[in-house]
């Protein structure tokens, strides 16, 4: 017998809109332990760096800019000239809830959380001052999907990071681009999450 892909994937559909039916509660998204019915977690992971992949920026470190508190992408994240620092970051264990990402210089001071900014073009960076979750200053609602950071709006996982150039050669400003706007240079780019041994 021959299936067309058409006919396997309304197959599969038709499969998974039955499993779900006859177990309301079934969640796909769940790794359950088959032995003692308890969801399986992430551990917490520190001393974690990002990287972003993209167009111009293949396994790319995040950097944080000392002059404004915004995040960027580069090869040299310790770059002086443009008062750049190595960032490393705290990882919450994996629990389905959503969770606040703290960066840490390579001093061991905090650094503070992860946040999309107010700015005008929604610049990625940290912030001091905890804020309640709003469209701007977001600093909770993030997650890993495998290794990719992602933000969770409560309806789905949303990647909508984005790189520009910066003033400085081969240095990108990581952005969240919401608009799916494109400006001249700039490119999507995928950050994930790589714990430092």
């Not at 970051?89 to 650094?111: C, H, I």
């Not at 946040?115 to 997650?143: E, F, H, R």
């Not at 409560?154 to 799916?180: R, V």
Request: negative net charge; aromatic residues 12%; proline residues 6%.
């Amino acid at each position: 017998m021959y299936f067309s892909k058409v006919g396997v994937l309304a197959l599969l559909q038709t499969g998974l809109t039955c499993a779900s039916a006859i177990s309301p509660s079934w969640n796909v998204n769940v790794k359950r332990n088959p032995l003692s019915g308890r969801a399986l977690t992430r551990k917490a992971e520190t001393n974690a760096t990002f990287y972003a992949y993209g167009t111009n920026s293949s396994s790319w470190p995040i950097a944080y800019g000392l002059d404004d508190g915004y995040l960027y992408i580069t090869q040299t994240p310790d770059d002086a000239n443009a008062n750049l620092a190595p960032i490393t970051w705290d990882l919450p264990p994996t629990t389905g809830e959503n969770w606040k990402v703290n960066g840490m210089f390579v001093n061991g001071t905090s650094a503070g959380p992860l946040t999309i900014t107010d700015s005008d073009d929604n610049t990625m960076g940290l912030t001091q001052t905890p804020q309640a979750v709003t469209v701007n200053q977001t600093t909770y609602g993030w997650a890993l999907f495998a290794t990719q950071l992602v933000y969770n709006n409560n309806l789905q996982l949303e990647a909508q990071f984005w790189a520009k150039p910066s003033e400085w050669e081969d240095t990108y400003l990581l952005f969240w681009n919401a608009d799916q706007l494109v400006t001249d240079g700039s490119f999507p780019v995928v950050v994930k999450g790589v714990e430092n041994s």
